[in-house]
């Protein structure tokens, strides 16, 4: 029964007393590690912490409110503040810095492509004042990180660039920009109403104008209508006098009325302006905090490493057992 029970094995199991072997790491596994992950590992290790230049990056935030709402946004949350309409205000701007024309406005201001161009010691980035706009447009949006939350209403606008000044410069231009473009937003169909009613206002005053003078003239060639009183003037000359006087009550009617719808348009006009209200304004950086060399290179090495590993698994696969 001993003996039996002594030949029962498991299938695959070590016999005891005999040592386990130690799978050993082969060559080729180690070099494709080399190649694959360490190689890359010390080329951006390289570039990063030999070659990438200090960048100063600016930040600031700001909201876009219409007329009364800017007025009462002290008073209320930033959530408050949000609308449907102002969300929209918010990407057109957001989507406005990234075009080229906002690019052809900076470029008209300061000396973009002079601050694109200063590559502040990284000889590998390699931009050329003369290139295509839509290549410069590629620099300025790498350049440019805009960011709009729709839930706080509040957009984050980023600037970096390689010295601290320049990085001021861009980001006051674009705050400038904005304000600018935010008042364009309502200014398209309040400008047509406003030149409307101005121009009517002003037709009505030169009827006013008119009418008073008739009036005037009319009673200095006539004296004698200070003795209307005492029927000393004739019926014709009074009547004449009367149709000046209708004439010049229509004109003044007309006038008041004008010049109230004016106002209300003009008021309705500034109730409805777009405005950029900023809560951060940007501040000259002092500390380059561009790049993370240490982040970035373990970034790549843990690319590295999947891709390594993906391939590994790949070739297990592939190769026949």
């Given at each position: 029964m001993k003996a039996e029970t002594s030949r029962l094995t498991i299938p695959g199991a070590v016999p005891i007393g005999v040592p386990v072997p130690h799978r050993r790491i082969s060559r080729r596994t180690l070099q494709s590690l080399?190649?694959?992950?360490?190689?890359?590992t010390l080329i951006a290790a390289a570039y990063y912490y030999l070659l990438a230049a200090d960048r100063y990056a600016i930040e600031f935030q700001y909201t876009v409110l219409r007329g009364q709402s800017s007025r009462l946004a002290p008073m209320r949350s930033r959530a408050d503040t949000d609308s449907p309409r102002q969300s929209r205000d918010s990407y057109v701007l957001v989507e406005y810095l990234r075009s080229a024309a906002a690019f052809a406005t900076l470029a008209k201001r300061i000396p973009i492509r002079r601050i694109l161009a200063g590559d502040g010691g990284n000889i590998i980035r390699g931009?050329?004042?003369n290139l295509p706009v839509e290549i410069q447009l590629g620099y300025w949006n790498e350049m440019l990180d805009a960011r709009f939350d729709p839930v706080t209403g509040i957009t984050t606008i980023r600037i970096e660039a390689f010295r601290p000044e320049d990085s001021y410069l861009v980001a006051s231009t674009v705050l400038e920009l904005?304000?600018?473009?935010a008042r364009k937003l309502s200014e398209s169909g309040a400008d047509k109403a406003m030149r409307f009613t101005a121009e009517a206002r002003e037709r009505a005053e030169l009827q006013l104008k008119g009418a008073i003078h008739a009036v005037e003239a009319f009673q200095r060639t006539n004296p004698s209508l200070q003795d209307s009183d005492n029927g000393v003037v004739d019926s014709g000359t009074m009547a004449q006098f009367e149709r000046l006087r209708r004439e010049y009550q229509i004109a003044l009617q007309s006038y008041q009325t004008t010049r109230h719808?004016?106002?209300?348009?003009?008021?309705?006009?500034?109730?409805?302006?777009a405005i950029v209200r900023v809560f951060s304004p940007p501040v000259q950086p002092v500390v380059a905090t561009l790049p993370i060399r240490w982040l970035n290179t373990l970034f790549v090495t843990?690319?590295?490493?999947?891709?390594?590993?993906?391939?590994?698994?790949?070739?297990?696969?592939?190769?026949?057992?």
């Open positions: 080399a190649l694959m992950v360490l190689l890359p931009y050329r004042m904005l304000k600018i473009q719808l004016d106002q209300e348009t003009r008021a309705r006009a500034f109730s409805d302006e843990a690319i590295a490493f999947m891709l390594w590993v993906i391939g590994r698994i790949y070739i297990s696969s592939a190769t026949p057992a």
